[in-house]
């Protein structure tokens, strides 16, 4: 039997040692590597789906990105002409009141009108509107309609709005109405008859800009 040192004996059982230390290693991080990959697999995730939600006059409009209506203006009256009723020179309005509180996420939202051709008056021009009963903004143009554009963020504090739109019944010819005297004095006789405008209102989600 060959002779064997003290000192091949001593680095034959180092080696072995460090062989069983390796294995072990090797065990516990295969067991911890399986465990984590077993914990992520395994693990709920619950993520809400964004809501959106809009109401336009308290009626619910999810279904829709896109409205036309047609709405009847107030007159409320004054001085020279009674309430409820229309007449050349009267001032009127109607109010679009937003309410996006149950939408998660920004949006834009665009207003226009437009002549309703069942309207006794063809004469209605807008005149200004106010947001949030701020102060009145006066309108000029060729056309004599509105268009206004905004945005409704998702972490606004007050995601309602309130839009005032105020039109008024136009008799000057000479300042581009349509309609004669007579023709006006016709209008106004017409029982039941209302002026009319028509309001289309358009919503699109804002695109993240974030990253």
């Not at 039997?1 to 000192?7: G, T």
């Amino acid at each position: 039997m060959p002779y064997i040192s003290k000192r091949v004996k001593r680095n034959k059982l180092i080696l072995l040692l460090c062989l069983v230390i390796m294995i072990f290693l090797s065990i516990f991080c295969i067991k911890d590597t399986y465990a984590k990959y077993i914990t992520t697999t395994t693990g709920d995730a619950d993520i809400s789906v964004a809501r959106w939600k809009i109401l336009v006059n308290n009626k619910d409009i999810t279904s829709e990105k896109e409205i036309s209506n047609v709405i009847s203006p107030i007159f409320a009256g004054n001085d020279d002409i009674a309430p409820s009723v229309i007449a050349p020179t009267a001032d009127g309005y109607f109010d679009l009141i937003i309410d996006a509180s149950d939408t998660d996420v920004s949006l834009k939202y665009e207003i226009t009108t437009s002549d309703n051709k069942d309207s006794v008056v063809r004469d209605l021009v807008i005149s200004g509107y106010s947001l949030n009963d701020g102060d009145r903004q006066d309108i000029s143009n060729s056309n004599n309609q509105f268009k206004i554009e905004g945005k409704i963020l998702y972490n606004s504090t007050n995601k309602k709005i309130k839009l005032r739109v105020h039109l008024k019944w136009n008799d000057d010819e000479g300042n581009g109405a349509s309609m004669d005297n007579k023709e006006d004095t016709n209008a106004a006789r017409v029982t039941g008859g209302l002026a009319k405008v028509n309001v289309n209102l358009k919503f699109t989600q804002l695109p993240n800009t974030s990253n």
